[in-house]
DNA sequence: TGCTTTTATCGTAAAAATACAATAAATAAA
DNA sequence: TTTATTTATTGTATTTTTACGATAAAAGCA
């Protein structure tokens, strides 16, 4: 992307977007899906079950343990990846603290 | 961005991340806010509510409408825009299921 | 009609994201 | 130690995003 002027908004602004520009590639959210189906580690197994070359989806992993949702442990040649609940469920409280604002009552326009 | 192969993932997982993208930015999450915020119509004053120059919110605001997220109507010379209260709700309930899935109960990794 | 105000569009430079081949690193197995 | 297996890193071409100056378009006012 272009350079997002990311001093003239707030922490939560910033939060908020950070949060959401690693959901916003299908892939990252097919990975968290996995995780979830599975309800365990997935060891090994993601580059079969996502279409995309090994070195993509290792870049995808890292974006998504690197915001802290996902952890990995090595076990043996491969790493296990998993859910981080703890930051899950903080990031989660931000996200719908967003997505649930109020309507307003009036329609306006 | 580079090209996403978004042919690859299902329809939900492209639905996420087209949400989850669009909030991507502070600048539309800000934009968002203050939608919220005033209950009501923005017309006119959110360039100089966030600083940034006036093609540039008006592109931001293109992509929130664009997804459906908000709408606008033209009062006189100046353009009107509120949340589409049915297009956000709906949109809510996609990114609730895939934020609130249940997570694992046994440690893992 | 001509001028002002407000928003949208165009064009473009700069930066970031995506994908993957090639390669390195780390561990297990032989 | 050598080989195999698995994941991470590097390098890079392609595409997208961002931001904004310049300009067009649209509506109100003089």
């Known amino acids: 992307m272009g350079l997002a002027k990311t ?5 939560l602004q910033n939060e908020i977007a950070l949060y959401a520009k690693v ?8 990975i968290l899906q996995h995780l979830f189906k ?3 580690c997935v060891c090994g197994d993601l580059v079969n ?3 995309l ?9 890292k974006e998504l343990k ?3 949702l996902i ?3 090595v076990e043996g040649t491969s790493v296990c990846y ?10 989660k409280e931000v996200m719908l603290k967003f997505l649930d604002q109020d309507l307003p009552k009036s329609d306006c326009c």
Chains 1, 2 share one sequence.
């Open 7 to 11: 001093e003239m908004f707030t922490d």
């Open 23 to 30: 959901f916003g590639h299908p892939a990252r959210v097919s």
């Open 38 to 40: 599975i309800d365990a």
């Open 49 to 51: 079950e996502i279409g």
């Open 53 to 61: 070359a090994q070195p993509t989806i290792s870049q995808h992993l």
């Open 66 to 68: 690197n915001l802290g």
């Open 71 to 73: 952890q990995g442990t």
């Open 82 to 91: 998993c859910i981080h609940k703890e930051n899950w469920t903080q990031m």
